[in-house]
Protein backbone atom coordinates (compact mmCIF):
# COMPACT_ATOMS: atom_id res chain seq x y z
CA UNK A 1 0.00 0.00 0.00
CA UNK A 2 2.94 2.13 0.38
CA UNK A 3 2.84 2.53 -3.59
CA UNK A 4 -0.44 3.50 -3.84
CA UNK A 5 -0.68 6.02 -0.99
CA UNK A 6 1.84 7.94 -2.46
CA UNK A 7 1.12 7.91 -6.09
CA UNK A 8 -2.66 8.84 -4.17
CA UNK A 9 -1.12 12.25 -2.69
CA UNK A 10 1.07 12.69 -5.89
CA UNK A 11 -1.82 12.59 -8.09
CA UNK A 12 -3.68 14.94 -6.01
CA UNK A 13 -1.41 17.81 -6.56
CA UNK A 14 -0.56 17.17 -9.67
CA UNK A 15 -4.13 16.67 -10.87
CA UNK A 16 -5.19 20.12 -8.70
CA UNK A 17 -2.34 21.60 -10.93
CA UNK A 18 -3.67 20.52 -13.67
CA UNK A 19 -7.27 21.09 -13.09
CA UNK A 20 -6.40 25.11 -12.80
CA UNK A 21 -8.14 26.56 -15.98
CA UNK A 22 -8.01 29.58 -16.71
CA UNK A 23 -10.91 31.65 -16.62
CA UNK A 24 -11.96 34.48 -19.12
CA UNK A 25 -14.99 36.30 -20.09
CA UNK A 26 -16.14 35.38 -24.10
CA UNK A 27 -14.35 31.78 -24.66
CA UNK A 28 -15.07 30.15 -27.47
CA UNK A 29 -14.17 26.18 -27.95
CA UNK A 30 -11.56 25.18 -30.44
CA UNK A 31 -12.08 24.66 -34.31
CA UNK A 32 -12.83 21.12 -35.48
CA UNK A 33 -10.17 19.33 -37.58
CA UNK A 34 -11.33 18.80 -41.26
CA UNK A 35 -12.72 15.39 -41.70
CA UNK A 36 -12.95 14.27 -38.31
CA UNK A 37 -15.61 12.55 -36.19
CA UNK A 38 -15.84 13.47 -32.42
CA UNK A 39 -17.95 12.36 -29.82
CA UNK A 40 -20.19 14.38 -27.83
CA UNK A 41 -20.84 13.48 -24.01
CA UNK A 42 -24.25 15.76 -23.10
CA UNK A 43 -24.74 16.29 -19.38
CA UNK A 44 -28.17 15.94 -17.62
CA UNK A 45 -27.58 17.29 -13.57
CA UNK A 46 -31.13 16.43 -12.80
CA UNK A 47 -32.01 13.64 -10.44
CA UNK A 48 -35.08 13.24 -8.75
CA UNK A 49 -33.44 13.03 -5.37
CA UNK A 50 -29.86 13.70 -4.28
CA UNK A 51 -27.97 10.31 -3.00
CA UNK A 52 -25.28 11.82 -0.53
CA UNK A 53 -22.28 9.75 -1.33
CA UNK A 54 -22.48 11.24 -4.61
CA UNK A 55 -20.37 14.09 -5.39
CA UNK A 56 -20.77 14.60 -9.14
CA UNK A 57 -22.28 17.58 -10.65
CA UNK A 58 -26.21 17.09 -10.24
CA UNK A 59 -29.13 19.11 -8.21
CA UNK A 60 -32.64 18.26 -7.66
CA UNK A 61 -35.37 18.39 -10.27
CA UNK A 62 -37.05 20.96 -10.60
CA UNK A 63 -39.73 20.71 -13.97
CA UNK A 64 -39.62 23.76 -15.19
CA UNK A 65 -35.97 24.67 -14.98
CA UNK A 66 -35.07 21.00 -16.44
CA UNK A 67 -37.28 21.72 -19.15
CA UNK A 68 -35.89 25.01 -20.41
CA UNK A 69 -31.96 23.18 -19.75
CA UNK A 70 -33.01 20.48 -22.45
CA UNK A 71 -33.91 23.97 -24.61
CA UNK A 72 -30.52 24.79 -24.17
CA UNK A 73 -29.23 21.67 -24.46
CA UNK A 74 -30.49 21.03 -27.84
CA UNK A 75 -29.23 24.51 -28.83
CA UNK A 76 -26.06 24.23 -27.92
CA UNK A 77 -25.32 20.59 -29.48
CA UNK A 78 -26.56 22.83 -32.98
CA UNK A 79 -24.01 25.45 -31.59
CA UNK A 80 -21.04 22.78 -32.31
CA UNK A 81 -22.69 21.59 -35.12
CA UNK A 82 -22.68 24.97 -37.44
CA UNK A 83 -19.28 25.64 -35.93
CA UNK A 84 -18.49 22.86 -38.09
CA UNK A 85 -18.17 19.33 -35.66
CA UNK A 86 -19.74 16.16 -36.84
CA UNK A 87 -20.48 13.63 -33.66
CA UNK A 88 -20.10 10.12 -34.65
CA UNK A 89 -20.95 9.20 -31.14
CA UNK A 90 -22.79 10.32 -28.23
CA UNK A 91 -22.95 9.35 -23.97
CA UNK A 92 -25.52 11.09 -22.25
CA UNK A 93 -24.59 11.35 -18.26
CA UNK A 94 -25.79 12.76 -15.59
CA UNK A 95 -27.48 12.82 -12.91
CA UNK A 96 -30.46 11.32 -14.25
CA UNK A 97 -30.77 11.68 -17.97
CA UNK A 98 -34.29 9.72 -18.28
CA UNK A 99 -35.60 12.82 -15.64
CA UNK A 100 -38.08 13.61 -18.18
CA UNK A 101 -38.62 11.18 -20.83
CA UNK A 102 -40.86 13.18 -23.41
CA UNK A 103 -37.05 15.78 -23.34
CA UNK A 104 -34.65 12.81 -23.75
CA UNK A 105 -37.01 11.70 -26.48
CA UNK A 106 -36.42 15.01 -28.45
CA UNK A 107 -33.14 14.85 -27.73
CA UNK A 108 -32.48 11.84 -29.11
CA UNK A 109 -34.71 12.67 -32.46
CA UNK A 110 -32.31 15.52 -32.76
CA UNK A 111 -29.03 13.52 -32.38
CA UNK A 112 -30.11 10.61 -34.76
CA UNK A 113 -32.17 12.42 -37.21
CA UNK A 114 -30.64 15.67 -37.41
CA UNK A 115 -26.97 14.86 -36.73
CA UNK A 116 -26.75 11.06 -37.92
CA UNK A 117 -25.17 10.18 -35.04
CA UNK A 118 -24.35 6.28 -35.14
CA UNK A 119 -24.16 5.03 -31.18
CA UNK A 120 -25.62 6.63 -28.05
CA UNK A 121 -24.55 5.14 -24.77
CA UNK A 122 -26.95 6.60 -22.44
CA UNK A 123 -26.95 6.66 -17.84
CA UNK A 124 -30.91 5.80 -15.99
CA UNK A 125 -31.45 4.42 -12.88
CA UNK A 126 -33.55 1.29 -11.93
CA UNK A 127 -36.99 3.02 -11.62
CA UNK A 128 -36.77 3.87 -14.93
CA UNK A 129 -36.56 0.62 -16.25
CA UNK A 130 -40.50 0.02 -17.43
CA UNK A 131 -41.94 -0.57 -21.08
CA UNK A 132 -42.54 3.01 -21.65
CA UNK A 133 -39.33 4.36 -21.15
CA UNK A 134 -37.29 1.58 -22.44
CA UNK A 135 -39.49 1.20 -25.15
CA UNK A 136 -38.85 4.87 -25.83
CA UNK A 137 -35.07 4.64 -25.90
CA UNK A 138 -35.44 1.50 -27.98
CA UNK A 139 -36.70 3.33 -31.12
CA UNK A 140 -35.02 6.66 -30.51
CA UNK A 141 -31.65 4.62 -31.25
CA UNK A 142 -30.01 4.08 -27.92
CA UNK A 143 -27.48 1.25 -28.34
CA UNK A 144 -25.93 1.00 -24.68
CA UNK A 145 -27.89 1.56 -21.67
CA UNK A 146 -26.11 2.44 -18.41
CA UNK A 147 -27.81 1.82 -15.13
CA UNK A 148 -26.87 2.90 -11.93
CA UNK A 149 -27.31 -0.06 -9.30
CA UNK A 150 -24.26 0.56 -6.90
CA UNK A 151 -24.87 -2.65 -5.05
CA UNK A 152 -27.70 -5.59 -4.79
CA UNK A 153 -27.79 -5.55 -1.10
CA UNK A 154 -30.33 -4.39 0.46
CA UNK A 155 -28.63 -3.02 3.73
CA UNK A 156 -26.35 -0.64 1.81
CA UNK A 157 -29.11 0.08 -0.71
CA UNK A 158 -31.10 1.82 2.65
CA UNK A 159 -27.64 3.32 3.61
CA UNK A 160 -26.72 5.25 0.52
CA UNK A 161 -30.42 6.30 0.03
CA UNK A 162 -31.42 4.19 -2.84
CA UNK A 163 -34.23 1.39 -1.07
CA UNK A 164 -36.76 3.93 -0.93
CA UNK A 165 -36.52 5.02 -4.57
CA UNK A 166 -35.96 2.31 -6.27
CA UNK A 167 -36.65 -0.64 -4.58
CA UNK A 168 -34.93 -4.13 -2.91
CA UNK A 169 -32.14 -5.62 -4.73
CA UNK A 170 -34.46 -8.40 -5.69
CA UNK A 171 -36.70 -6.04 -7.91
CA UNK A 172 -33.62 -4.85 -9.48
CA UNK A 173 -32.14 -7.65 -10.47
CA UNK A 174 -35.52 -8.80 -11.69
CA UNK A 175 -36.00 -5.75 -13.96
CA UNK A 176 -32.37 -5.57 -15.54
CA UNK A 177 -33.07 -9.29 -16.11
CA UNK A 178 -36.30 -8.49 -18.31
CA UNK A 179 -34.78 -5.65 -20.42
CA UNK A 180 -31.14 -7.43 -20.80
CA UNK A 181 -31.24 -8.35 -24.30
CA UNK A 182 -32.86 -5.00 -25.09
CA UNK A 183 -29.58 -2.87 -26.39
CA UNK A 184 -26.74 -4.38 -27.65
CA UNK A 185 -25.13 -3.35 -24.31
CA UNK A 186 -26.53 -3.08 -21.28
CA UNK A 187 -23.59 -2.03 -18.38
CA UNK A 188 -24.54 -2.21 -14.64
CA UNK A 189 -22.79 0.60 -12.99
CA UNK A 190 -21.55 -0.89 -9.64
CA UNK A 191 -19.98 0.75 -6.79
CA UNK A 192 -17.36 -0.93 -4.17
CA UNK A 193 -15.05 0.41 -1.01
CA UNK A 194 -18.32 1.79 0.85
CA UNK A 195 -17.61 2.52 3.91
CA UNK A 196 -20.04 -0.35 5.18
CA UNK A 197 -19.26 -2.57 2.58
CA UNK A 198 -18.02 -5.88 3.45
CA UNK A 199 -16.75 -8.87 1.99
CA UNK A 200 -19.68 -10.72 1.44
CA UNK A 201 -21.51 -8.12 0.37
CA UNK A 202 -19.42 -7.73 -2.66
CA UNK A 203 -19.16 -11.75 -3.13
CA UNK A 204 -22.74 -11.57 -3.35
CA UNK A 205 -23.21 -8.54 -5.61
CA UNK A 206 -20.32 -10.25 -8.34
CA UNK A 207 -22.67 -13.29 -7.70
CA UNK A 208 -25.50 -11.56 -8.74
CA UNK A 209 -23.71 -10.23 -11.43
CA UNK A 210 -23.03 -13.69 -13.11
CA UNK A 211 -25.96 -14.67 -12.45
CA UNK A 212 -28.27 -12.44 -14.62
CA UNK A 213 -25.57 -12.59 -17.05
CA UNK A 214 -24.71 -8.79 -17.34
CA UNK A 215 -23.36 -8.04 -20.44
CA UNK A 216 -21.23 -5.72 -18.64
CA UNK A 217 -20.63 -4.14 -15.48
CA UNK A 218 -18.81 -1.34 -14.56
CA UNK A 219 -17.37 -1.07 -10.63
CA UNK A 220 -16.24 2.20 -9.58
CA UNK A 221 -14.31 2.37 -6.64
CA UNK A 222 -15.63 5.76 -4.03
CA UNK A 223 -14.98 9.15 -5.04
CA UNK A 224 -14.35 11.17 -2.17
CA UNK A 225 -14.23 15.12 -3.02
CA UNK A 226 -12.94 17.71 -0.77
CA UNK A 227 -16.49 18.87 -0.55
CA UNK A 228 -17.94 15.73 0.57
CA UNK A 229 -15.02 13.72 2.50
CA UNK A 230 -16.54 15.24 5.70
CA UNK A 231 -19.68 14.36 5.17
CA UNK A 232 -19.57 10.99 4.22
CA UNK A 233 -16.99 10.54 7.19
CA UNK A 234 -20.10 11.61 9.49
CA UNK A 235 -22.75 9.68 7.93
CA UNK A 236 -20.91 6.57 7.20
CA UNK A 237 -17.80 6.70 8.89
CA UNK A 238 -13.66 5.98 7.31
CA UNK A 239 -13.14 5.72 4.03
CA UNK A 240 -9.91 2.81 3.76
CA UNK A 241 -7.94 2.47 0.75
CA UNK A 242 -6.60 -0.55 1.73
CA UNK A 243 -10.16 -1.96 1.74
CA UNK A 244 -10.54 -0.88 -1.75
CA UNK A 245 -7.41 -2.45 -2.63
CA UNK A 246 -8.38 -5.98 -1.51
CA UNK A 247 -12.27 -5.31 -2.68
CA UNK A 248 -10.75 -4.76 -6.55
CA UNK A 249 -8.42 -7.61 -6.62
CA UNK A 250 -11.60 -9.58 -5.15
CA UNK A 251 -13.51 -7.97 -8.18
CA UNK A 252 -10.83 -9.29 -10.79
CA UNK A 253 -10.84 -12.56 -9.28
CA UNK A 254 -14.40 -13.08 -9.18
CA UNK A 255 -15.33 -11.90 -13.11
CA UNK A 256 -12.22 -13.26 -14.24
CA UNK A 257 -13.54 -16.29 -15.71
CA UNK A 258 -16.39 -14.71 -17.16
CA UNK A 259 -15.57 -11.48 -18.57
CA UNK A 260 -12.33 -9.30 -19.93
CA UNK A 261 -11.72 -5.74 -18.84
CA UNK A 262 -12.55 -2.84 -21.21
CA UNK A 263 -10.78 -0.41 -19.38
CA UNK A 264 -9.18 -0.87 -15.73
CA UNK A 265 -12.90 -1.10 -13.79
CA UNK A 266 -15.51 -1.67 -16.62
CA UNK A 267 -15.91 -5.53 -17.64
CA UNK A 268 -17.81 -7.09 -20.74
CA UNK A 269 -18.92 -10.44 -21.43
CA UNK A 270 -19.08 -9.55 -25.00
CA UNK A 271 -16.99 -7.28 -27.35
CA UNK A 272 -18.83 -4.16 -27.04
CA UNK A 273 -19.21 -0.69 -26.48
CA UNK A 274 -17.31 0.46 -22.74
CA UNK A 275 -18.11 2.77 -20.20
CA UNK A 276 -15.51 5.14 -20.61
CA UNK A 277 -15.35 7.13 -23.87
CA UNK A 278 -12.40 9.26 -23.21
CA UNK A 279 -10.54 5.61 -24.12
CA UNK A 280 -11.86 5.03 -27.38
CA UNK A 281 -11.93 8.73 -28.41
CA UNK A 282 -8.94 11.13 -28.37
CA UNK A 283 -11.55 14.12 -28.80
CA UNK A 284 -14.73 14.66 -27.40
CA UNK A 285 -16.98 17.70 -27.14
CA UNK A 286 -18.68 18.46 -23.84
CA UNK A 287 -22.19 19.82 -23.94
CA UNK A 288 -24.82 20.63 -20.52
CA UNK A 289 -23.37 22.53 -17.20
CA UNK A 290 -20.43 20.99 -16.30
CA UNK A 291 -19.81 19.06 -19.49
CA UNK A 292 -15.72 18.83 -20.05
CA UNK A 293 -14.17 18.91 -23.59
CA UNK A 294 -10.86 17.86 -25.00
CA UNK A 295 -9.61 19.15 -28.50
CA UNK A 296 -6.71 20.03 -30.60
CA UNK A 297 -5.17 19.99 -26.73
CA UNK A 298 -7.56 22.06 -25.30
CA UNK A 299 -9.59 21.17 -22.37
CA UNK A 300 -12.70 23.19 -21.77
CA UNK A 301 -15.79 23.28 -19.53
CA UNK A 302 -19.40 24.76 -19.72
CA UNK A 303 -20.57 26.78 -16.47
CA UNK A 304 -21.37 24.71 -13.50
CA UNK A 305 -24.27 26.92 -12.85
CA UNK A 306 -26.87 25.58 -14.43
CA UNK A 307 -29.16 29.33 -14.54
CA UNK A 308 -26.08 30.83 -16.39
CA UNK A 309 -25.48 27.77 -18.74
CA UNK A 310 -29.15 28.39 -20.14
CA UNK A 311 -28.78 32.63 -19.86
CA UNK A 312 -25.60 31.95 -21.73
CA UNK A 313 -26.65 29.69 -25.00
CA UNK A 314 -29.59 31.92 -24.82
CA UNK A 315 -27.63 34.82 -25.62
CA UNK A 316 -26.83 33.08 -28.24
CA UNK A 317 -22.97 32.22 -26.65
CA UNK A 318 -21.20 29.34 -25.99
CA UNK A 319 -21.60 28.75 -22.30
CA UNK A 320 -18.12 28.06 -21.57
CA UNK A 321 -16.45 29.04 -18.34
CA UNK A 322 -12.58 27.76 -18.52
CA UNK A 323 -10.17 26.65 -21.06
CA UNK A 324 -6.56 25.09 -20.82
CA UNK A 325 -4.29 24.36 -23.66
CA UNK A 326 -2.10 21.76 -22.91
CA UNK A 327 1.74 21.69 -23.08
CA UNK A 328 3.37 19.17 -25.13
CA UNK A 329 3.99 16.81 -22.08
CA UNK A 330 0.82 17.72 -21.08
CA UNK A 331 -0.78 16.21 -24.32
CA UNK A 332 1.55 13.28 -23.93
CA UNK A 333 0.63 12.58 -20.32
CA UNK A 334 -2.91 13.33 -20.53
CA UNK A 335 -3.02 9.92 -23.92
CA UNK A 336 -0.68 7.99 -22.18
CA UNK A 337 -3.48 7.77 -18.69
CA UNK A 338 -6.19 7.78 -21.08
CA UNK A 339 -5.08 5.20 -23.03
CA UNK A 340 -3.84 2.62 -20.50
CA UNK A 341 -6.94 3.18 -18.69
CA UNK A 342 -8.26 0.77 -21.48
CA UNK A 343 -5.39 -1.76 -20.25
CA UNK A 344 -2.85 -1.26 -23.57
CA UNK A 345 -1.35 1.22 -25.73
CA UNK A 346 -0.24 1.18 -29.32
CA UNK A 347 3.52 2.97 -29.03
CA UNK A 348 4.31 3.23 -32.50
CA UNK A 349 0.33 5.02 -33.13
CA UNK A 350 1.22 6.80 -30.31
CA UNK A 351 4.83 7.89 -31.62
CA UNK A 352 3.05 8.86 -35.06
CA UNK A 353 0.60 11.02 -33.30
CA UNK A 354 3.26 12.92 -31.27
CA UNK A 355 5.68 13.06 -34.03
CA UNK A 356 8.17 10.96 -32.34
CA UNK A 357 7.96 13.03 -28.69
CA UNK A 358 5.94 10.00 -26.79
CA UNK A 359 8.66 8.16 -25.21
CA UNK A 360 10.56 11.26 -25.13
CA UNK A 361 8.42 12.79 -22.67
CA UNK A 362 7.59 9.79 -20.93
CA UNK A 363 10.86 8.57 -20.02
CA UNK A 364 10.26 8.93 -15.94
CA UNK A 365 6.87 7.75 -15.69
CA UNK A 366 7.80 4.83 -18.15
CA UNK A 367 10.64 4.04 -15.97
CA UNK A 368 8.55 4.28 -12.79
CA UNK A 369 6.02 2.35 -13.71
CA UNK A 370 7.87 -0.59 -15.13
CA UNK A 371 10.13 -0.59 -11.75
CA UNK A 372 7.38 -0.98 -9.22
CA UNK A 373 5.53 -3.56 -11.93
CA UNK A 374 2.98 -1.89 -13.47
CA UNK A 375 3.70 -1.88 -17.00
CA UNK A 376 5.20 -4.02 -19.48
CA UNK A 377 6.23 -4.11 -22.61
CA UNK A 378 5.02 -6.41 -25.85
CA UNK A 379 4.79 -6.48 -29.89
CA UNK A 380 5.57 -2.93 -29.70
CA UNK A 381 2.93 -1.80 -27.14
CA UNK A 382 2.22 -1.38 -23.60
CA UNK A 383 0.05 -3.29 -21.32
CA UNK A 384 -1.20 -3.17 -17.89
CA UNK A 385 -0.36 -5.69 -15.25
CA UNK A 386 -2.75 -6.95 -12.79
CA UNK A 387 -1.00 -4.68 -9.98
CA UNK A 388 -1.17 -1.96 -12.96
CA UNK A 389 -5.03 -2.55 -13.26
CA UNK A 390 -5.41 -1.27 -9.97
CA UNK A 391 -2.86 1.97 -9.96
CA UNK A 392 -4.86 3.02 -13.04
CA UNK A 393 -7.97 2.64 -10.83
CA UNK A 394 -6.13 4.93 -8.41
CA UNK A 395 -4.85 7.46 -11.04
CA UNK A 396 -8.45 7.51 -12.81
CA UNK A 397 -10.09 8.03 -9.18
CA UNK A 398 -7.95 10.83 -8.60
CA UNK A 399 -8.50 12.25 -11.69
CA UNK A 400 -12.57 12.16 -10.92
CA UNK A 401 -11.84 13.45 -7.84
CA UNK A 402 -9.96 16.73 -9.01
CA UNK A 403 -12.88 17.41 -11.35
CA UNK A 404 -15.24 17.26 -8.65
CA UNK A 405 -13.18 19.55 -6.45
CA UNK A 406 -12.83 21.67 -9.65
CA UNK A 407 -16.24 22.14 -9.68
CA UNK A 408 -16.58 23.27 -6.51
CA UNK A 409 -13.91 25.96 -6.84
CA UNK A 410 -16.21 27.19 -10.20
CA UNK A 411 -19.46 26.85 -7.88
CA UNK A 412 -17.65 29.22 -5.19
CA UNK A 413 -15.95 31.45 -7.78
CA UNK A 414 -19.31 32.58 -9.36
CA UNK A 415 -20.97 33.68 -6.02
CA UNK A 416 -18.69 36.26 -5.83
CA UNK A 417 -18.96 37.21 -9.73
CA UNK A 418 -20.33 40.33 -11.15
CA UNK A 419 -23.10 38.01 -13.63
CA UNK A 420 -24.25 36.35 -10.32
CA UNK A 421 -24.67 39.40 -7.97
CA UNK A 422 -26.98 40.70 -10.41
CA UNK A 423 -28.72 37.53 -10.17
CA UNK A 424 -32.11 36.43 -8.40
CA UNK A 425 -31.71 34.97 -4.50
CA UNK A 426 -32.88 31.61 -6.22
CA UNK A 427 -29.75 31.63 -8.62
CA UNK A 428 -27.37 32.25 -5.47
CA UNK A 429 -29.17 29.55 -3.49
CA UNK A 430 -28.20 27.07 -5.98
CA UNK A 431 -24.64 28.33 -6.37
CA UNK A 432 -24.17 27.29 -2.78
Known sequence: ?????????????????????????????????????YLIYIHVPFCETLCPYCSFHRIE????????????????IRMYVDRGFRFAAAYIGGGTPTVLPDEIAALLDDLKRKYL????????????????VIGMLKSHGVNRLSVGVQTFEDSLLKEMGRFQKYGSGAEIRERITRYRETFDTLNVDMIFNFPTQTREMLHRDLQAIKEIQADQVTFYPLMVSDSTRGRLSDLFGPISLRKEKLFY?????????SYTCGTAWCFSR?????????????????????????????????????????????RGR??????????QKERVAYDFVMKLFGTSLDVGKAEAKFQGAFRRNLMKELALFRLIGAVTEENGGIRLTRKGQYIWVVIMREFFIAVNNFRAACLAALETSTWAQAQSAEYSAECR
Do not use: W
Open 1 to 37: MIVERALTAYLRREFSRIMRLSDFRDLTPPQPQPDKE
Open 61 to 76: LDTELCRAYFDALRTE
Open 117 to 132: VKEISLETNPNHLNDE
Open 249 to 257: QRILDGLGD
Open 270 to 314: KKSMIDEYIVDYDEYVGAGSGAFGYVNGTVFSDTFSIRRYIDEVN
Open 318 to 327: FPLQALKEFS
